[in-house]
T-cell receptor
């Protein structure tokens, strides 16, 4: 059981380049989220999804796009990377019921934008 | 807009001592979560607090929730070096939208 898998683990981009951070979960969780973690600022919610076909904005959505075509996958797209998007990105999934909405996190993607 | 504040941001303590981390939030919520993050690693769940007065304990850590005061505490008893990590609280706003605090970086000195 892999849990939440994020790829790549590390990425360096030049300003203006685009890329997609991948996130997949194999726990059949309904809810998935993307966060960014910056020093001294904790985790900030970028976008989240409550099910396939449904997404919503979090605290810091500008510059990022998401889609949720399947329950398993929740990719995060940077359309035109900026140095301010240098950060560590975490994907998480959760479900209701016995799990009581506990979030399970991926290992993270370290992104540097030059 | 929900704001979640933790204090202290940094905590250096001696082994064997007790201390409390505080998590305050600005709007009504009945669900609060505590997570632990080791340096360079991901986050793992510690506690889920789902109602006013909820108290959960695991080893040397005990978490409580007072929804009327909009306050959660994470109490550390007789700290050991293995507890050195960053601790985050997260509050659920509405449904499945989680807002995190800035984290408390704990260092336990031998």
């Amino acid at each position: 059981n892999a849990g939440v898998t994020q790829t790549p683990k590390f990425q360096v981009l030049k300003t203006g380049q685009s890329m997609t951070l991948q996130c997949a979960q194999d726990m059949n969780h309904e809810y998935m989220s993307w966060y960014r973690q910056d020093p001294g600022m904790g985790l900030r919610l970028i976008h989240y999804s409550v099910g396939a076909g449904i997404t919503d904005q979090g605290e810091v959505p500008n510059g990022y796009n998401v889609s949720r075509s399947t329950t398993e996958d929740f990719p995060l797209r940077l359309l035109s990377a900026a140095p301010s998007q240098t950060s560590v990105y975490f994907c998480a999934s959760s479900d209701s019921g016995l799990a009581k909405n506990i979030q399970y996190f991926g290992a993270g993607t370290r992104l540097s934008v030059l | 807009e929900l704001k979640v504040e933790q204090n202290p941001l940094f905590l250096s303590m001696q082994e064997g001592k007790n201390y409390t981390i505080y998590c305050n939030y600005s709007t009504t919520s009945d669900r609060l979560y505590w997570y632990r993050q080791d340096p360079g690693k991901s986050l793992e769940s510690l506690f889920v607090l789902l109602s006013n007065g909820a108290v959960k304990q695991e080893g040397r850590l005990m978490a409580s929730l007072d929804t009327k005061a909009r306050l959660s505490t994470l109490h550390i008893t007789a700290a050991v070096h293995d507890l050195s990590a960053t601790y985050f609280c997260a509050v659920e706003q509405g449904t499945y939208k989680y807002i995190f605090g800035t984290g408390t970086r704990l260092k336990v000195l031998a």
